[in-house]
């Protein structure tokens, strides 16, 4: 028997729905500095190389693939120098388009701040393309079996098992920015079709053609205990879940165009899926900011703050060698969510500028927002960030943060010089490895369970330590 008979076929097929913005770039475009791939019809999609590498690169990151049985079955799914892969992703187009309707992209502004002067850089505005809804895309997947893999079938499965597993529970993400809560997607109805061969031949072409299912070639692997998944690499994790109140009012503005024949605000609140949202990027932005203002007040070591503060956000070299690729920059490993915002309100406030010599508004400085207002006490939102592998002195670095955030010392959003994006903290859910301690308010009391005080504050011990304060 050949080494290269085709002895099975195996198809995944399903919907991947985003559950955040999504933004995989086609470089830079006429109306933004990033635009999205779309096809013909201007919707986006995914492109099966994306996904592929991206899965790829999850794998890598997060199993073990360097055993010799592992890293062999890898090389044959995602190839190698020496093999082509033998798993075939295809690209992922939107379903049940409507062409009547406006295409789900918007654009969203950005800025970069100069942090030793709390302004814009110069010529620092950049915007970039959002699909700006939940989407449902088509997912199909192939792996092929030749006569001599088929021995190791059983891998092959275990392999597949654990990509569709975190697929489903939302662990792999895509696209760009993915550490400021982008990119996070979801597999929904998933099915396995097997067709062996000869005996599935015909099962196999009436399903390439007319993509008929047959129950008898169902494969069930999601739901078979003896199939196992691979073994996950020890990877140290600290995650915050708070849930915060917003005090008055919060504004991340987009700024509205003059084409609507309804008269809008000037600046209305960001908005994703329809929904108010609090912004990954605004929320790193205001926790990088701070995170510089602490270790500049309690610091004597730039270089060592300057470590630090590139660890946690990354960096970027614009004057670098390109020869030199360590130099280029490096992704940060702080990961936070977009939020979505509830039980608040959307209400329009008129604003002037007013003339301080002559005491009257400056003409033509009339200008409205749209902020949310908070309709009580209860909780608007909750705010999610993780580290991988962190330092001790990074976990007090980001508590000191969080601590700013929860008695409203750290503002959010734009339009703060008026009292805008003030937080009130209501619980916390910290994960420190093994240890989940919580947070709460009690009346006016602040309560702790599952550890104390004491088992916070030596991580900030520990930041004086590196700091050289203690």
């Given amino acids: 028997m050949s080494k290269e008979e085709l002895k099975e076929c195996i198809f995944v097929t399903g919907r991947i729905v985003n559950m955040s913005p999504l933004v995989i770039g086609n470089g830079e475009g006429d109306f933004s500095d990033v635009?999205?791939?779309?096809?013909?019809?201007?919707?986006?999609?995914?492109?099966?190389?994306?996904?592929?590498?991206?899965?790829?690169?999850?794998?890598?990151?997060?199993?073990?693939?360097?055993?010799?049985?592992?890293?062999?079955?890898?090389?044959?799914l995602f190839g190698s120098e020496e093999s082509q892969s033998h798993f075939i992703v295809n690209d992922m187009f939107a379903l049940n388009k409507d062409s009547n309707k406006d295409?789900?992209?918007?654009?969203?502004?950005?800025?970069?701040?100069?942090?030793?002067?709390?302004?814009?850089?110069?010529?620092?505005?950049?915007?970039?393309?959002?699909?700006?809804?939940?989407?449902?895309?088509?997912?199909?997947?192939?792996?092929?079996?030749?006569?001599?893999?088929?021995?190791?079938?059983?891998?092959?499965?275990?392999?597949?098992?654990?990509?569709l597993k975190d697929l489903k529970e939302g662990k792999i993400r895509i696209g760009a920015m993915t550490n400021k809560g982008f990119g996070k997607i979801l597999l929904k109805d998933c099915e396995i079709l097997d067709f062996r061969f000869p005996e599935h031949a015909y099962e196999y072409f009436d399903f390439i053609v007319s993509k008929t299912k047959d129950s008898k070639?169902?494969?069930?692997?999601?739901?078979?205990?003896?199939?196992?998944?691979?073994?996950?690499?020890?990877?140290?994790?600290?995650?915050?879940?708070?849930?915060?109140?917003?005090?008055?009012?919060?504004?991340?503005?987009?700024?509205?165009?003059?084409?609507?024949e309804v008269k809008q605000p000037d600046k209305t609140h960001l908005k994703w899926d329809d929904k108010p949202t609090l912004t990954g990027k605004s929320i790193r932005g205001a926790i990088r900011k701070r995170a510089i203002q602490i270790l500049n007040t309690i610091s004597n070591n730039a270089e060592i703050s300057n470590d630090i503060i590139n660890e946690l956000f990354g960096y970027v070299c614009e004057n670098h060698s390109k020869s030199d690729k360590n130099l280029t920059g490096k992704k940060g490993k702080l990961y936070i969510e977009e939020s979505r915002i509830d039980n608040v309100i959307e209400d329009v406030q008129t604003r002037i500028k007013i003339d301080r010599f002559t005491g009257g508004v400056i003409e033509g400085a009339l200008f409205q927002s749209k902020p949310v207002w908070s309709k009580d006490e209860k909780p608007n939102f909750a705010m999610e960030l993780w580290l991988e592998d962190p330092k001790d002195e990074e976990i007090g670095l980001i508590l000191l943060i969080l601590k700013d955030l929860w008695v409203g010392d750290l503002a959010i959003g734009g339009e703060k010089s008026i009292g805008r994006g003030v937080l009130q903290g209501i619980s916390a859910d910290i994960c420190i490895g093994k240890q989940n301690i919580s947070i709460y308010k009690d009346g006016e009391k602040l309560k702790i369970e599952n550890g104390t005080a004491d088992d916070l504050e030596r991580y900030v011990q520990a930041l004086l330590r590196k700091l050289e304060r203690w």
Avoid: C, H
């Fill in 103 to 163: 295409t789900p992209v918007e654009v969203r502004d950005a800025i970069r701040i100069n942090q030793s002067y709390d302004v814009v850089d110069e010529q620092a505005k950049y915007d970039f393309e959002i699909v700006s809804k939940k989407l449902e895309f088509n997912f199909m997947w192939e792996i092929k079996l030749f006569s001599f893999e088929f021995a190791k079938r059983e891998i092959i499965l275990k392999f597949l098992k654990t990509i």
């Fill in 35 to 76: 635009e999205i791939l779309k096809d013909d019809d201007g919707w986006p999609y995914i492109p099966g190389t994306s996904f592929f590498g991206t899965v790829k690169s999850f794998i890598i990151k997060n199993y073990d693939t360097e055993s010799k049985l592992n890293k062999t079955i890898f090389d044959y």
């Fill in 217 to 260: 070639n169902m494969l069930k692997i999601l739901d078979d205990d003896n199939i196992g998944t691979l073994d996950a690499k020890a990877i140290d994790r600290f995650s915050i879940k708070a849930l915060f109140s917003i005090k008055s009012s919060l504004i991340i503005g987009k700024f509205e165009s003059d084409i609507s």
